[in-house]
């Protein structure tokens, strides 16, 4: 007999993905010439040289093969002491820490070693991209609380309470925050520490941007008491050592579940990049002081961005964290999409429309700071062209 003709070879789950927000942008933008943009959530330094010659070197001197499954022993040593020495976490570097390709693979390795089939996972928007889709590639049904810019986008917990059920399994938070900015305060997260503890749950959360905190000490969502036990923590060198295209980040957890993320990572990565992770290892033996460099420049442009969007009439709080401003631009009447495609169109300057972070998203465009300080005068310049014609 003969078999019925597919209508299509792609599972159901993946064709019902909406694709990024983002990338609509981009592709745009990249049709355009000379377009300013503000749209990449990257560093603009180039890796330290110390960290370049340690992978040089591990090549030179055939480091080729693949690592152990977990990643180096020795790097994650120098993890485990990063977090130690930097948030006052404890983690065995033998069972606890995993070395990934990217904190977006640790993310992914968190979800699908966590959800069962229909598992609730919650999310604070707006919030990163990536967090909604890989739930539902799990296999999780993602639930959305909303904060709100009035707010300055703090966590409610009330609102994050009524979010729970019988089935959620975990919360991902994000902080600082992209897009916001937005560092949780200490009453945070002793307050989503307090809910964890009273349903059970696990927080995933997502550290990537704790190297780039500008006011006072970054707390650890895992040094919160009892939050190691129910935390999965995820990191990585993309942000704070300006290595995104390295593809290294981490995670560490409690013994169980790091075991069961290392189970699927074994079997669908074997181990992240061999050359990187000598880079890596050079990185937390002697970046610290390049990181605190990086660092104070992001400082100083948020400090000039951020009044400056004020002074033009898009009202912007002064995010804590990160290298994004995401000021309001419900002044102008115009939705986020139309006012991004606008200002790339009319005036050549790429940002991201908020919505694409989630509802609560809307009426804000998300600029990230990380450019030249020519570039973000010169991209100023065109916004307030831009704001005066309106
Ligand atoms: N989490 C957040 C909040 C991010 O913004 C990003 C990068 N845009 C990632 C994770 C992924 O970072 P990595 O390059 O380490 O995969």
Redesign the pocket.
């Known amino acids: 007999m003969k078999p019925q003709t597919r209508k299509t070879y792609v599972s159901e789950t993946v064709a019902q993905l909406k694709p990024s927000g983002i990338r609509r942008f981009f592709d745009l933008a990249s049709s355009l010439e000379g377009v300013i943009s503000l749209g990449v959530?990257e560093p603009d330094f180039v890796t330290s040289w110390s960290i370049r010659e340690a992978s040089i070197l591990a090549l030179e001197q055939g480091y080729t093969s693949y690592t152990a499954n977990a990643g180096l022993p020795e790097l994650r040593q120098e993890i485990a002491a990063y977090l130690r020495r930097k948030f006052r976490v404890e983690y065995h570097p033998e069972t606890e820490v995993l070395v990934t390709?990217?904190?977006?693979?640790a993310?992914d390795l968190a979800l699908r070693a966590i959800v069962n089939p229909g598992d609730e996972v919650i999310l604070i928007e707006p919030s990163?991209v990536?967090y909604e889709p890989l739930v539902v590639l799990a296999g999780g049904k993602p639930v959305a609380v909303r904060t709100s810019g009035a707010d300055r986008f703090r966590l409610d917990l009330t609102q994050l309470e009524q979010a729970v059920t019988a089935r959620t399994k975990a919360v991902i938070v994000?902080s600082p925050?992209?897009p916001t900015g937005t560092v949780l305060s200490r009453a945070e997260l002793d307050g989503l520490a307090r809910l964890a503890q009273a349903h059970d749950l696990l927080v995933i959360a997502?550290e990537?941007?704790a190297e780039l905190t500008y006011e006072g000490e970054y707390t650890s969502m895992a040094a919160v008491a009892g939050m190691r036990e129910r935390t999965i923590l995820?990191s990585?060198?993309?942000?704070g050592f300006a290595m995104?295209g390295w593809?290294?980040?981490f995670a560490a957890a409690p013994e169980e579940l790091l075991q069961a993320m290392l189970k699927i990572h074994q079997y669908a990565m074997m181990c992240a990049p061999t050359m990187a992770q000598y880079g890596a290892l050079e990185a937390l033996r002697s970046g610290e002081r390049d990181v605190a460099e990086m660092r104070n420049s992001y400082r100083r442009r948020r400090n000039y961005f951020v009044a400056s969007l004020n002074e033009m009439g898009l009202p912007c709080h002064l995010p804590g964290g990160a290298f994004y401003a995401f000021p309001s631009i419900q002044p102008t009447g115009l939705t986020s999409e139309q006012f991004a495609e606008r200002l790339l169109l009319e005036e050549k300057v790429a940002v991201v429309p908020g919505n694409v972070f989630g509802q609560s998203g809307e009426g804000y465009i998300r600029c990230s700071y990380a450019s030249s300080l020519e570039q973000l005068q010169e991209a100023l310049k065109r916004m307030k062209r831009f704001l005066a014609r309106l």
């Open positions: 959530g390709v990217g904190a977006s693979q993310l990163f990536a994000c925050n992209n997502d990537i941007y995820v990585g060198f993309s942000k995104t593809r290294l980040g």
